[in-house]
Structure formats: structure tokens, C-alpha cells
């Protein structure tokens, strides 16, 4: 039984994008899917308890640790990153955390247009060190990051230890053999996965406020591979919608499409699907992620049927860029500075 994990990734926010990129990457990478708070506004008790209940439904909880403290929460005194960090402990979450060293901490702020209150606590000073103290107490998974490119080799090794040391539940195909039909768990982490979908997409305006234009991805920059997804529509009638058993749009962007059928695509599509949904994807979107180079083919190896080799679209590195760079995002709507 092959099994996705949910990490919940947990830091300050405009000091730490450049971390959190690279930390999504690697759990993209590693086949696994990322969660956080980018996907959520702050600044109600609803809002805390929403919090709460996605690092209850995660597998994993990873903390960035840089220099800063955060938004202070005003009834607790505490930071919203520190709140995470003391649920996910108290519920007995798998925990690592990832601490940026003083000298990387110095590096960055010799950057240009940097100032120290940009990466360094000024404001909380001492709750900063409380915390850190905190995070590196008895029996914690903690490793010291020294530079940038450190980080998913971390983030790899670390969810590898604790999946060897934990029975932790993850994600199953529909298709898996050993999946029980018409288990209510899965199909209730499906309609989680559909309304993170669906808040993923009414944050793409915001995204596209993102000074990308010049980060190159393959040949194409991330605002020509943005416009060429979000200016193409799919028309869908009635009838193929009522035949689905998840929600789609009417008429969905490429962009809709791509993040609607993640998980889809990170399993990948046999190119002989009967499926109406994969039919969908590779007459209209693949086409146009393959055109993009971010897409790719690889062999299905089927036991059963001895040496027959069946292939499968499915997202490359680039695609995977593509997508780790729209869920991290620049803009705080979770309450993290």
C-alpha cells in the first residue's frame, strides 16, 4: 500500500519564503502533499480553531525557525507560529523542526534593501528565545540549517525517520487494492482536499500579485506558464458534470483544472484511461503542460500482466515547481510576518 503524507508546514512569513519554497518543493518532491496557513485569513477564534483542526488532519508538522517571532495573538500573548508549534506538541503530532543558524540569520540580513527587524526579533525579543529554547527541548527532531540549499535534504530525511518510527494514517488511492470501498475516512479527506482546492483557487488573484516575473522555470518564466493557464478556458456541459463525484466548475480555467486534479497528476494519468475526468485532462490540459515542458511520461510496470508496460502522464520537476511556488505564495493571510 503506497501512502501520501500530509506535512503541515508552520513559520513566520515575509522572512521566511525563500525556506518555505524549498520545504514545499521537497515534500512535492518526495510525492507527499504540503499544507499550510497561506491558505487561511487570520484573526478569529473560528480561525484558530480551523488551524487546528488541518494539523489535526496532518500526518506531519514541520517547523521553519528563523529570527523572528511573529504575530503576537492577542488573547494568549503568543505568536500564531508558536501556538501551532505548542497544539501540534500537545496532540502528540510527529514534530521537526528546521532552525536557521546565526550565521545564515547574518547572512540574510546583509542582503540588499534588508533591514534587521526584517530578519531579527526587536519587538519580542525574549519570547523569541523562550520559544527557540522551547523548540529545542528533550527528544525534539531539530536540525540546524546552515544555508538554503540544506533544506530539503532535511525535509527528505526527516519525514523518511519519522515514517519508519511512526504508524502514521497518510493518503490512499481510490484504486489501491487493499482500500476498503466506500470508506467514509477517505471520503471525507477527499472533500477536505476539494475545499483546500477550492481555497487554493480564491487565492489565485493574490498570487498574481507576486513580484515572479522573472523567476525562470524551464524555459518559461512563472508569469508566461500563470497567463497561459489562466487565459484558456474548458467548456463543460451539464451532463459530464453530474457524472462526477467531486465538484468541478462550469467553465474552468486550465489553472482551475490543474489545481482541482493535483493529486490526479501527481499520481499521474495512463495515457489509455476510460476515466471521463483523465479524458478531460489529457485532451485539454495536458497538451498545454506538456507544451510548457512540465509535464512528463513514465512506465507503469503492472505485475499482473507480466512484462507490459502501460505509461502515465504525470507532473516533472518544473510542474512541480510551478506548483510549489502558487501554494507558498508572498502575501500573509495567515496572521505570520
Known amino acids: 500500500m503506497y501512502k501520501k503524507y500530509q506535512v503541515f508546514i508552520s513559520s513566520t512569513y515575509t522572512d ?16 507527499h502533499i504540503p499544507a499550510g496557513m497561506e491558505l487561511f485569513k487570520a484573526g478569529s477564534l473560528d480561525q484558530l480553531q480551523t488551524i487546528e483542526r488541518w494539523i489535526d488532519e496532518s ?36 514534530i521537526f523542526a528546521l532552525v536557521l543558524t546565526d550565521d545564515m540569520l547574518k547572512v540574510k540580513s546583509l ?22 529554547e522551547y523548540v529545542a527541548g528533550h527528544n525534539r527532531v531539530v536540525s540546524m540549517i546552515k544555508n538554503i540549499d540544506q533544506i530539503k ?10 515514517e519508519r518510527f511512526n504508524r502514521l494514517k497518510g493518503w490512499i488511492r481510490e484504486d489501491d487494492p487493499s482500500l476498503v470501498k466506500n470508506n467514509d475516512n477517505l471520503e471525507q479527506k477527499t472533500k477536505d482536499l476539494i475545499d483546500t482546492n477550492k481555497q487554493l ?28 493557464l489562466t487565459s484558456k478556458y474548458v467548456q463543460l456541459d451539464e451532463e459530464f458534470l453530474n457524472q462526477m463525484n467531486h465538484e468541478m466548475t462550469m467553465n474552468p480555467t486550465l489553472l482551475q483544472l490543474l489545481l482541482q486534479n493535483l493529486l490526479t497528476l501527481l499520481n ?19 497538451p498545454v503542460l506538456l507544451s510548457l515542458d512540465m509535464v512528463e511520461l513514465k512506465d507503469i510496470e503492472l505485475i499482473n500482466l507480466g512484462p507490459f508496460k502501460f505509461k502515465k502522464w504525470t507532473l516533472n520537476k518544473n510542474g512541480r ?9 508572498t502575501i500573509d493571510v495567515s496572521g505570520h510576518v
Open 16 to 31: 521566511l519564503i525563500e525556506e518555505r519554497q524549498q520545504a514545499v518543493e521537497a515534500v512535492l518532491n518526495a510525492n
Open 111 to 132: 542582503g540588499s534593501n534588508v533591514r534587521d527587524e526584517d530578519v531579527y526579533e526587536k519587538m519580542n525579543h525574549e519570547k523569541y528565545l523562550e520559544f527557540k
Open 201 to 228: 483557487m480564491t487565492r489565485i488573484k493574490e498570487l498574481e500579485q507576486l513580484s515572479t516575473s522573472s523567476l525562470q522555470i524551464g524555459e518559461y518564466t512563472y508569469d508566461e506558464i500563470l497567463n497561459a
Open 321 to 329: 515547481t510551478f506548483i510549489g511556488k502558487i501554494q507558498v505564495g
Open 153 to 162: 535534504a532535511e525535509v527528505f530525511g526527516s519525514i523518511n525517520e519519522i
Open 268 to 286: 499521474g494519468i495512463p495515457t489509455g484511461t476510460k476515466d471521463p475526468v483523465g479524458l478531460l485532462l489529457l485532451d485539454n490540459l495536458i
Open 59 to 94: 500526518d506531519i508538522y514541520m517547523l521553519i525557525l528563523g529570527g523572528r517571532y511573529g504575530t503576537l495573538e492577542p488573547k494568549s500573548k503568543k505568536s500564531y507560529t508558536h501556538l501551532e508549534f505548542e497544539y501540534a506538541l500537545n496532540s502528540g503530532k510527529p
